[in-house]
């Protein structure tokens, strides 16, 4: 199928679905990073899905709210070292900056869950509360993996459709031991919510199953994040 054939059964999908464009917001968040060479004033786009509202990008800022720079990671030792003192820190997919412009950031859960915030002003990380209220209002796990994937950049035989707009990209994950991997694959998402000692909740999808399932891992690992709108 063709990129544009693609982006067109995207948008009648997403209209068909309910979540129509109309819907879609812009906004910027409201800092600059003066010691960098990069800003984060940077723009994303946003949908309604039920009672809820989404980012349609991962999350992309190398700041918490209050402006403190969070640790970039390259090394496997530099990755291991942040779990290992429970500090929150980020990295590119293969500290690749082209496919970090693609898929976000990946970060660990210590960033997450860090009191400065790692959403812009006015959104947060969702809880596996909220997590389940979209994938229920989207039909059920069996169902709701592939109306979130979106219909680009997914590996062959994934099947997705991207039927509620949420533009889920596969951005893969690094484990806590620092390895990446399943670029392509797997889409890989923080929660807030605790599960016990050094694991937390995260939600995940996969290239060849309809699912999106709800599981918990090592709070070390590298996942995407996705905002939601403050109520």
Known sequence: MSKLKKILLTFFSVCA??????QVEMYKTDKVLNDS??????????????KQMWML???????????????????????????EQKKGC?????????????????????AVTDPRGLAPKGWHVPSIQEWEELIIHLGGKMEAGNKLKSTLDWG???NPN?????????????ST?????????????????????DMAYYVYIYCSLSFAIKYYYTKGDGFSVRCIKDK
Not at 37 to 50: A, E, N, Q
Not at 90 to 110: H, P, T, V
Not at 162 to 174: I, T, V, Y
Not at 177 to 197: I, L, P, R
């Open 17 to 22: 679905f309910g979540s129509a464009f109309s």
């Open 37 to 50: 060479s990069m800003s984060v004033r940077k723009t994303y786009k946003s949908i309604s899905i039920g």
């Open 57 to 83: 990008e991962n999350l992309d800022t190398p700041i918490y709210q209050n402006g403190d720079s969070i640790p970039e990671a390259r090394t496997e030792e530099e990755w291991k070292k942040c779990a």
């Open 90 to 110: 980020w990295c590119y997919y293969q500290n690749n900056l082209e496919l970090g412009r693609k898929f976000g950031r990946l970060y660990n859960w210590y």
């Open 156 to 158: 062959n035989g994934c």
């Open 162 to 174: 991207n039927e509620a707009g949420f533009f889920g990209l596969p951005g893969g994950l690094r």
């Open 177 to 197: 031991e620092g390895q990446f991997m399943s670029v392509n694959d797997y889409a890989t998402w923080w929660s807030t919510s605790d599960f016990k000692n």
